[in-house]
């Protein structure tokens, strides 16, 4: 079974106007993704000492008192979630997105994305928005894309992601949301994470995901099966300086992550004017997600690590077996393996 939204009409046919839409809805989400944390960190800090203090004094009562918000569900919202711009996204890589089993929403369901790429693009339009149309696919699932906690310590930005459905990828946050009395929830965890971002070369497909097994704990707890995602092309939208491994470079980068928890990239796009110079618009390569089909996972309180070893393996193979069963349609060569690390 393979089901997928309609696609976008070809560039060809598209008017001045639409391609200037779709850039727009490209470039704001860089800009977002990049920069909308640190302004309003800056700026709540700077108001402080200006004439328009209560401004970020309310604002930081605001938060203490909804500090806890984002580990018990968060605060989504289907107006956001359905904004128009989201359709230009969409259409300006295009970004597709690939059913190929049913996810009956009587159940609760951990899915493990691939690969992170650099600003996790295709998962954000697919599982965070409606652009694809998710919920018609999916009827009755709930998605939570679970992204990087610190994330939610951002003033203003913590409220922003979370009214797309984002929540913290930490054990309270995902305990919380997949022991709802409401079945049907989907977590979608990147289990690359930040290191996996430091391989995002544009036609290489290497993921982190050998020693990574807590998302398999987390499933096995809860009794929710297990279902393998793959975005094909979301490493080609920018171009990465890749260091190479033991150089001081990549040290640097390690080293960053561990004190930080994400890894600082150099990467690059193209220009917003000419397609020829240095920018920070992507590049319009084409993304396509596919959800696999689920792994039925039995519930452990305390999952053993023959269990999770046993599921862990499965689970690597369902992905490998997806990766090699759509890569041809996706654009990838056929000589094109997965890489595990």
């Known amino acids: 079974m393979g089901v997928a939204t309609a696609p976008p009409p070809p560039t060809t046919s598209k008017t001045?106007?639409?391609?200037?839409?779709?850039?727009?809805?490209?470039?704001?989400?860089?800009?977002?993704?990049?920069?909308?944390?640190?302004?309003?960190?800056?700026?709540?800090?700077?108001?402080?000492?200006?004439?328009?203090?209560?401004?970020?004094?309310?604002?930081?009562?605001?938060l203490y008192v909804d500090w806890d918000t984002p580990n018990q569900g968060g605060r989504r919202s289907e107006w956001i979630r359905n904004q128009a711009i989201w359709r230009q996204l969409r259409d300006y890589y295009p970004v597709k997105l690939v059913k190929t089993a049913e996810l009956p929403p009587d159940q609760n369901y951990v899915l493990g994305a691939h690969p992170?790429?650099?600003?996790c693009t295709g998962f954000l339009c697919n599982f965070s928005t409606e652009s694809n149309g998710f919920s018609q696919l999916f009827p009755g699932l709930r998605p939570r894309l679970a992204v990087l906690a610190g994330l939610f310590y951002l003033p203003v930005y913590r409220d922003y992601i979370m009214s797309f459905g984002l929540c913290p990828v930490s054990r309270q946050s995902l305990d919380f949301i997949l022991s709802?009395?409401?079945?049907?929830?989907?977590?979608?965890?990147?289990?690359?994470?930040?290191?996996?971002?430091?391989?995002?070369?544009?036609?290489e497909h290497c993921l982190t995901l050998q020693k990574r097994k807590g998302f398999v704990r987390l499933a096995l707890r809860h009794g929710a099966s297990l279902v393998p995602v793959y975005?094909?092309?979301?490493?080609?939208?920018?171009?990465?300086?890749?260091?190479?491994?033991?150089?001081?470079?990549?040290?640097?980068?390690l080293t960053f992550k561990k004190l930080m928890?994400?890894?600082?990239?150099?990467?690059?796009?193209?220009?917003?004017?000419?397609?020829?110079?240095?920018?920070?618009?992507?590049f319009a390569a084409p993304i396509t997600t596919v959800v696999g089909r689920?792994?039925?996972?039995?519930?452990?309180?305390?999952?053993?690590?023959?269990?999770?070893?046993?599921?862990?393996?499965?689970?690597?193979?369902?992905?490998e077996q997806l990766f090699e069963e759509h890569k041809e349609s996706c654009g990838v060569p056929a000589s094109t393996c997965l890489t595990f690390i």
Request: hydrophobic share 50%; with cysteine.
């Open 16 to 62: 001045l106007q639409k391609q200037y839409l779709e850039a727009v809805g490209a470039y704001q989400y860089v800009l977002t993704f990049l920069f909308m944390g640190p302004f309003f960190s800056l700026l709540v800090f700077v108001l402080l000492f200006t004439s328009l203090w209560t401004f970020s004094v309310v604002y930081l009562v605001w």
């Open 116 to 119: 992170h790429g650099i600003m």
């Open 231 to 253: 975005s094909f092309g979301e490493n080609d939208i920018f171009r990465l300086k890749a260091f190479a491994t033991g150089s001081w470079q990549h040290w640097c980068q």
């Open 180 to 203: 709802q009395p409401q079945l049907g929830q989907a977590v979608v965890i990147m289990v690359g994470g930040a290191h996996e971002a430091l391989y995002s070369v544009p036609g």
């Open 294 to 319: 689920p792994i039925p996972v039995p519930q452990r309180l305390h999952p053993t690590e023959e269990e999770v070893n046993h599921y862990h393996a499965l689970y690597m193979k369902a992905l």
């Open 261 to 282: 928890g994400f890894s600082p990239c150099i990467f690059w796009g193209r220009g917003l004017f000419s397609a020829t110079s240095w920018g920070l618009l992507p």
